[in-house]
């Protein structure tokens, strides 16, 4: 055998920080928040719309989207 063979028994750990992302992340519970649109007005384009819900809820606050694709405003709601 090569020595020049000999590292190739050595592959880098390219999920190493993805795993463990995954398992930090909390499981997921479906009756801490049962609807991903949220009824608001965005502040961008001032209409009053079904924003959809980007991430959250956290204990007070949501991220949120405008829906309509000529604004798509992202901004965090307070819920509480």
Known sequence: MSAD????????????????????????????????????????CGRHVGALVIDGPDPVFVDVACPHGDCGHRWTERIQ
Do not use: S
């Open 5 to 44: 063979l000999a590292h190739v028994d050595e592959i880098p750990d390219y999920l190493g920080d993805a795993t463990r992302v995954k398992e930090d992340r909390a499981e997921f519970n479906p009756r801490r928040f049962d609807t991903a649109i949220l009824e608001t007005d965005c502040p961008e």
